[in-house]
Nanobody, 124 residues
């Protein structure tokens, strides 16, 4: 499975960005997909995840109500819609895929496939 993330850039606080992640290869065995981020000088952290075939998303408390995770099944493309951006959202964002069940979605070591990351910078 290959993942390629793009769509990052510069946004002002309060603005929006949409990240895209294209998935290819043997995606039939994937159970879930997620987004993680790593801010400068910090550990990579969980942002959001959902079942590959749809369901109830899981969000980090810090982005709940502002970010929306989704997937276009026809295009095998993942999205992260980010609204009401804050300077603390500045980070490199990664898409990832896992065979793990919902209870493991926050754990980055459970993800076997990773995109290359895309930088989001939010100015105040």
């Amino acid at each position: 499975v290959q993942l390629q993330a793009y769509g990052g850039g510069l946004a002002q606080a309060g603005g929006s960005l949409r990240l895209t992640c294209s998935a290819s290869g043997r995606t039939g065995n994937i159970y879930a997909y997620g987004w993680f981020r790593q801010a400068p000088g910090k550990e990579r952290e969980f942002v959001a995840a959902n079942n590959w075939r749809g369901g109830i998303p899981l969000y980090a408390d810090s982005v709940k109500g502002r970010f929306t995770i989704s997937k276009d099944n026809a295009k095998n493309t993942l999205y992260l819609q980010m609204n009401i951006l804050k300077p603390e959202d500045t980070a490199v964002y990664y898409c990832a895929a896992t065979n793990g069940v919902r209870s493991t979605w926050r754990i980055q070591s459970q993800y076997s496939y990773w995109g290359q990351g895309t930088l989001v910078t939010v100015s105040s």
